[in-house]
């Protein structure tokens, strides 16, 4: 769902917003809230159309404007379908639906998605279009209200990334200045070569970067990063690394090498917002394993 006058004011503070994605389970409460009020109240659709069974295997999307649901989304995999976008009314106007849309369009590139549809109602064909989707196939009713299938391609870079811990610490290096990020505290890894998998990529990088021979753990999670060069987007997973043999010595690309505690972590200028939370979620699972 998008409303017509969207966009006609000026964006939102950031500050003003709180984003949570997750589960359904996670996110019923705040979800339904802004669902039932936009589509079920405003829109008189059915509730049971509207929640029809089909969230619990969704990934979902809440945006809170001064701490109070505003709206939402979700993606299915399955079905690589973005959906229930839903703005409440006083909300409408700062740039929410276009953010909500854009950030679930990233959750599909995370889940390594090569493409991702939905079904836009008509009068919303031009907001999804200025976001990269194209209109397919003849118009059709769901839910009484017309709607077209839209469908966008989805390309990013392929990056790994490697977390590396010892004794609670984390393994930093200080990107040199000039290059891309230079002067921030990143993770050690680079992009894939053609015909590398992640974990061939990453011990070759960290061969390169760090002059060590490692042995590739799990995946911890992926992250996805903008590159500011270009607008495009780095996939990258990160993996556990918690056995290597040889000396640390770096390369040209860092000037600093550096074993951090998660205090140290978050006062660092990092290149990635997401390092401090990757660290202490394998804090975590460590505690998790011994206790």
């Keep these: 769902m998008k409303d017509p006058a969207a966009d ?13 994605g997750g589960t359904w389970a996670e996110l019923r409460e705040p979800a339904s809230s802004v669902r039932r009020a936009v589509f079920v109240e405003e829109m008189k659709v059915p509730e049971a159309i509207d929640f029809d069974g089909t969230d619990d295997d969704s990934h979902h999307l809440v945006v809170r404007l001064d701490g109070r649901p505003a709206g939402t989304g979700r993606i299915r995999p399955i079905e690589a379908r973005i959906g229930r976008v839903a703005v409440l009314r006083e909300a409408r106007g700062l740039g929410l639906g276009r953010a909500i849309v854009q950030r679930l369009v990233y959750e599909a590139i995370r889940l390594g998605l090569r493409r991702v549809c939905l079904h836009a109602q008509e009068q919303a064909i031009g907001f999804y279009e200025a976001l990269g ?8 009713d769901e839910a009484e209200i017309p ?13 790994v990334a490697a977390l ?12 040199t200045p000039g290059t891309l990020m230079g ?3 990143d993770l050690f890894g680079g992009k894939l070569e053609p015909g590398e998998d992640d ?16 042995r590739i753990g799990e995946p911890l999670e992926v992250c996805l990063y903008d590159d500011p060069r270009d607008g495009s987007v780095f996939r990258s997973p990160v993996f556990v690394v918690n056995e290597w043999s040889g ?9 600093e090498v550096g074993w951090f505690a998660p205090v140290e ?27």
Excluded: C, Y
Aim: charged letters at 30%; proline letters at 8%; glycine letters at 4%.
């Design 265 to 291: 972590v978050a006062s660092l200028p990092l290149a990635h917002p997401d390092i401090p939370r990757l660290l202490a979620r394998r804090l975590g699972a460590e505690r998790d394993r011994r206790a």
């Design 247 to 255: 000396e640390i010595v770096l390369n040209p690309e860092h000037t």
């Design 8 to 20: 006609r004011r000026a964006p939102v503070d950031p500050t003003r917003l709180a984003w949570s």
């Design 147 to 159: 709607h077209r299938f839209m469908q966008r391609d989805l390309v990013w870079k392929n990056a």
């Design 164 to 175: 590396i811990v010892r004794k609670g610490r984390l393994l930093l290096g200080r990107r």
């Design 133 to 140: 989707f194209v209109a397919e196939g003849p118009a059709f």
């Design 183 to 185: 002067g921030l505290w």
């Design 199 to 214: 974990p061939t990529a990453l011990v070759r990088e960290l061969r390169e970067e760090l002059s060590i021979e490692a």
